[in-house]
T-cell receptor, first 115, second 111 residues
């Protein structure tokens, strides 16, 4: 099973709303990632959790707040977003995140629209 | 920083044709990954390469890790309509390096 599950599939929110994106994997992977992807562009790394600890924050604005409740779950809390934050948000996982040759497995993403 | 170059941005082929796309860099990579992405979906891993010169197949797809470690190639044989999508190369350059993505090639297949 190489599945990473993301919910919701689509999300529309206003600039004053608070919402959360959820991600789950049952592959026993210990590293989980959030990426942001604009149309026809490659994914851009936002956050990396390794062994449930935040290991990389790519200078992401504080209106995005990640959380890793356990090794299988990853959340992204959203608050006071801007229209330019509209994008496909991808979750990914890999075996440990400690090595430089790992394969990342992606979820199908949440298409976020900020009005 | 490391950059991966994929060109052209778009490719148009006839169903049944073979197509080859490459990914190049001025930096040495230790791992090459090839992903395919359909509209509104996440990237799906097609092939992973770990050694210079390595040639790996996955059905009609074949990918190679370049001898110089600065490039990789993906070949699709006997294309079919469901091969349509964006193909991204990605790679790691060294210890604790983040995954670098190319800009992707959009493949269209004419029936």
């Amino acid at each position: 099973d190489t599945e990473v599950t993301q919910t919701p599939k689509h999300l529309v929110m206003g600039m004053t709303n608070k919402k959360s994106l959820k991600c789950e994997q049952h592959m026993g992977h210990r590293a989980m990632y959030w990426y942001k992807q604009k149309a026809k562009k490659p994914p851009e790394l936002m956050f990396v959790y390794s062994y449930e600890k935040l290991s990389i924050n790519e200078s992401v604005p504080s209106r995005f707040s990640p959380e890793c409740p356990n090794s299988s779950l990853l959340n992204l809390h959203l608050h006071a977003l801007q229209p330019e934050d509209s994008a496909l948000y991808l979750c990914a996982s890999s075996q440990s995140g400690d090595r430089n040759n790992e394969k990342l497995f992606f979820g199908s993403g949440t298409q976020l629209s900020v009005l | 920083g490391q950059q991966l170059n994929q060109s052209p941005q778009s490719m148009f082929i006839q169903e049944g044709e073979d197509v080859s796309m490459n990914c190049t860099s001025s930096s040495i990579f230790n791992t090459w990954l090839w992903y395919k992405q359909d509209p509104g979906e996440g990237p799906v891993l097609l092939i992973a390469l770990y050694k210079a010169g390595e040639l790996t197949s996955n059905g009609r797809l074949t990918a190679q890790f370049g001898i110089t470690r600065k490039d990789s190639f993906l070949n699709i044989s006997a294309s079919i309509p469901s091969d349509v999508g964006i193909y991204f190369c990605a790679g790691h350059t060294g210890a604790n390096s983040k995954l670098t993505f190319g800009k992707g090639i959009t493949l269209s297949v004419r029936p």
